[in-house]
């Protein structure tokens, strides 16, 4: 038996979408489809202004200026995260602070965001690793009192929530991906969801390269030229075809990914606990959207001789980030401080394959071997 890690899912309605939008001759972006997938994600979720990217490094990107980060301005990042997270604001010469993670989760350590700020820190970048919710009321009450900016990057928390608020719509702004390994695809894409009134304007103007089109295409300016500066941030049709596909079915990919997520909980908790291995923790004001299904090893040896029993037996896991204050680009950069936990996910995680389409027979012959490791 062979088990991949991830697959991306096709509900069947995407290449026919795609066709649709090739035949009604408007396929450079910012068309139907995409006007569609905005309104879900408005309705839905109740952002103030949703922008289809073309990934999520673009929406964090958009954010970064959007923010106005200058060269010696400080953003607080996590360490344990994609470098997405962290480069769009070193491009506008942020200087990053990295914050390590939570020993219960690979979530930032919320009780640690205090301590780093001074007088130049602009912003506050929480990430909601594995679709759980970081605590956004400390976060956000840490942010006011302060002055600061919130920028959720909820990469990987789609249809996930916070006290029954919807990730995303918390901070002022947030992002979102559609890569292939997120439970809503679209091969690569992204968005940009805007919760603060001040910076819609602009985030149009930034998302059609600096120009004010999307004013001109409504009417509300009679002619559109350069106003700021930005890029080709929007995507074509056609991904916003594929992505509508999905975003019909959002209900009921979720609720096929959870029921997987809570088999893997259910026969591997006597395991994990026998063995001292770490298994997703949801603290009691986050849910679980069914991203992804990980443990903790107790060593990077331990992780390691894991991952090469799994492949013998056909099942490929795979390891996740590499702590970006320990990164080639950064290490010199970052201020010395030690960041146990980010260093111990590092070394430890290992992600289990996680798809929809994983057959119960698949998913329990993963957790056989496992429990014969």
Not at 283 to 304: E, I, K, W
Request: charged residues 25%; contains cysteine.
């Amino acid at each position: 038996m062979k088990i991949p890690f991830n697959k991306p899912f096709l509900t069947g309605k995407e290449t026919h979408y795609m066709y649709q939008a090739v035949q009604s001759g408007h396929i450079s972006g910012n068309g139907v489809f995409t006007k569609k997938c905005q309104k879900f994600f408005e309705e839905r979720y109740g952002f103030r202004k949703a922008l289809l990217t073309t990934s999520c490094t673009d929406a964090l990107e958009m954010c970064a200026i959007l923010v106005d980060i200058k060269p010696g301005d400080e953003v607080i990042v996590p360490s344990y995260t994609f470098v997405s997270t962290a480069l769009a604001f070193i491009r506008q010469g942020a200087k990053i602070r990295f914050l390590d993670s939570r020993s219960d989760h690979p979530g930032i350590d919320e009780e640690k965001i205090e301590a780093l700020i001074n007088d130049k820190t602009k912003a506050i970048v929480p990430v909601h690793y594995a679709g759980v919710a970081c605590d956004m009321d400390k976060i956000m009450s840490i942010a006011n009192e302060y002055d600061l900016i919130v920028i959720e990057d909820a990469a990987q928390a789609i249809e996930s929530f916070y006290k029954d608020k919807p990730l995303g719509s918390i901070g002022h702004l947030s992002t979102f991906s559609f890569h292939e390994t997120k439970n809503i695809n679209s091969g690569e894409g992204g968005l940009l969801a805007i919760n603060d009134d001040r910076f819609i304007e602009r985030a149009e103007i930034i998302w059609e390269k600096g120009t004010n089109r999307a004013e001109f295409f409504r009417g509300e300016v009679n002619k559109y030229g350069w106003v700021d500066i930005g890029s080709s941030f929007l995507p074509s049709e056609i991904i916003a075809a594929y992505l509508w596909a999905q975003l019909e079915n959002l209900e009921d990919i979720q609720n096929r990914r959870i029921e997987t997520w809570n088999v893997y909980t259910k026969k591997l908790k006597d395991w994990s606990d026998k063995n001292k291995i770490q298994i997703p923790f949801i603290p009691d004001y986050a849910t679980n959207n069914g991203h992804m299904f990980y443990l903790v090893c107790n060593s990077g040896r331990q992780r390691g001789e894991l991952i090469d029993y799994l492949k013998e037996k056909g099942i490929h896991a795979v390891f996740h980030y590499m702590s970006l204050h320990k990164s080639e680009f950064y290490e010199d950069k970052h201020d010395g401080r030690e960041l146990p936990e980010a260093n111990r996910y590092t070394e430890c995680l290992v992600r289990l394959p996680f798809f929809y389409e994983l057959t119960s027979e698949q998913q329990k012959y993963i957790i056989t071997i496992l429990k014969n490791f």
